[in-house]
């Protein structure tokens, strides 16, 4: 039987270790590496080409949905599951526009992880009971039931994670950097976000993605 190769991306040192120590106890996974963020994830997925990634979708510095974007582009056979405490409609709406097979709730027990980890390996979609209700799944593929009627529905994938960073206190010149976007794209996505959202300045675009889920206070 072919050991299903996994790359798990935590910020939180122990959660990341007890996640290795389980999965490496499976029969069924090896553990091919680690990552404690973004940037991390993307240059070991390069290197060991993994058929799963296990990432934690809130984390500092690069995105969690920038950096599966990336590792899909580098390593197209890698199939996506993240593992949140959160499951805000925008936060699974992205990662469902990336393809991800799974969204599993951090509070399931850890067999759910692991059975998920099983169907994702084999092309199977597997999500949280608190997110499989707030989808419809057809042949269509997996989708929001009900779209969101905020004003952050309005946004592009793009500019949420803009507007996260942003809310984060980075300048524009660094989320260009992080993003590897020009520095005028930056700009352009800002000013779009904030003439959809009908604020136009920083304090208060803040507020909005506290409020929103988008960052944490």
Avoid: W
């Avoid at 999965?23 to 996974?29: E, P």
């Avoid at 934690?56 to 599951?81: H, N, Q, T």
């Avoid at 699974?92 to 059975?115: C, M, N, T, W």
Wanted: proline content about 3%.
């Amino acid at each position: 039987m072919t050991k299903v190769k996994l790359l798990l991306v935590d910020d939180h040192a122990l959660v990341l270790e007890t996640l290795r120590e389980r999965l490496s106890r499976d029969a069924r996974f090896t553990v091919a590496a680690t990552a404690s963020n973004g940037e991390e994830a993307v240059a070991a997925a390069q290197g060991v080409q993994p058929d799963v990634v296990v990432m934690d979708v809130d984390m500092p510095g690069l995105s969690a949905f920038e950096a599966a974007r990336r590792i899909i582009a580098i390593s197209p056979a890698s199939r996506i599951a993240f593992l949140s405490a959160y499951t805000y409609d925008q936060y699974i709406e992205q990662a469902l526009s990336l393809g991800a097979l799974a969204y599993i709730d951090k509070r399931d027990p850890p067999e759910a992880l692991e059975q998920a980890i099983v169907d994702v390996s084999e092309g199977r979609a597997c999500f949280s009971r608190q997110v499989r209700e707030r989808l419809i799944l057809d042949e269509a593929g997996p989708r929001l039931g009900k779209p969101g009627r905020s004003r952050i529905s309005t946004l592009t994938a793009r500019e949420r994670e803009v507007l996260v960073y942003i809310a984060d206190g980075l300048a524009k010149k660094e989320i260009a950097e992080l993003l590897s976007l020009s520095l005028k794209t930056v700009e352009k996505h800002a000013d779009n976000l904030m003439a959809k959202l009908d604020i136009h300045d920083r304090v208060t675009l803040t507020r909005f993605a506290v409020r929103e889920g988008l960052v944490s206070v």
